[in-house]
């Protein structure tokens, strides 16, 4: 019987992996790549029928208002069943009633870290809102902002120069989409080149950055150690931004980049969702990351990341298959030795 329990283990445990809704944070995230993505089919408007930036532009901004809308109507839908549901209510009733209990044993901590970690945050985001420095050394995000917005084209004048590609680039790379993102942002709110690449795009790079590595938390902690985590990520991007090639040098100095991004958002993101067996979303990453980073030709760490992920579940199933089979026949064979002591007596 002993033998039984363990060989039943392996399965409850493999089930406790399994997830069930959508949190919060990877709603943000969703939301986040769909942008990127509604972006991308603009942007390949103009690569696929030559259409000028501003006919782009018109795309984009439809594409926004029907999505805004769409959330806008599931929200609305979200909170109704919410509000109807009786269980629900009494169920976040007693989530709350734990939370305060819980918070009052251990609340002088976690508001602790909490505090420290956002010290370190609203830090971070005043360098970025005083230095206004950005690390250009192979980045011409800025350059061709300015080159889309001037010429009302997308990829057909060279940044440098300000004429006209007499060779064309690279299809891989002409299918990124972040310098026209940015020049839909500018073009809509008014906002220099330089502010958007320097400073807003990275400031939402960090905050977004947080939320994968909480989703990191969340998939690996538990709840009184996720701000420990947040914290110490934190002290890294805030201490290590000294040097080329350190942990939070691109978050300070490059967080405009698509590098930057895959780093602090798409990578984490992918990790957590593939933690929580959410695979869909892992590939939301891979094809989001596609159209940000020229890198391989489109084979990407997202990609990596989850052939590597895929082949540990394997392996870690064909061990637990072995392992049950093997407590099965060791089963079988006591049983069998069982019954053979009986008819011994008898």
Known sequence: M???????????????????????TESLLIGWMLVIWLAEAAHLCALVFGWSFSMCEKLFIGEMSVFLAAVVVLLLVKRHQEHKSVSRRKEREKVK????????????AQQVMGFLFAVLVLLQIILLLMERKSYMVGDATTETVNTI?????????????????????????RILCLPTLYAFLC????????LMTWTIAPMITLLLGYVAFDMVGQALLVKEKRRLFL???????????????????????????????R??????CALAAMLRRKWWMAGMCVVTEGCLVWTLYGMGMCLMLAVGMLCVQAATEGVRRWKRKSWQKSDDGST?????RKEDKA
């Open 2 to 24: 002993i033998r039984k329990n363990r060989a039943e283990k392996p399965q409850s445990i493999h089930k406790a992996g399994l997830s069930g809704g959508i949190l919060l």
């Open 97 to 108: 009633a734990h939370r305060k209990m819980g918070d009052r044993q251990k609340g002088i």
């Open 149 to 173: 917005l001037s010429t009302d084209t997308i990829y057909q004048m060279n940044p440098f120069t300000g004429r006209a590609y007499t060779e064309g680039i690279p299809l891989r790379l």
């Open 187 to 194: 073009d809509i709110f008014k906002i220099p080149a330089y």
């Open 231 to 261: 914290l110490l990520v934190a002290v890294v991007l805030t201490v290590g931004n000294y040097a080329v090639g350190m942990d939070g040098f691109g978050a300070q100095y490059a967080g405009g980049s698509g590098t930057t991004i």
């Open 263 to 268: 780093a602090l958002i798409l990578l984490p």
């Open 336 to 340: 069998r030795q069982s019954d053979l």
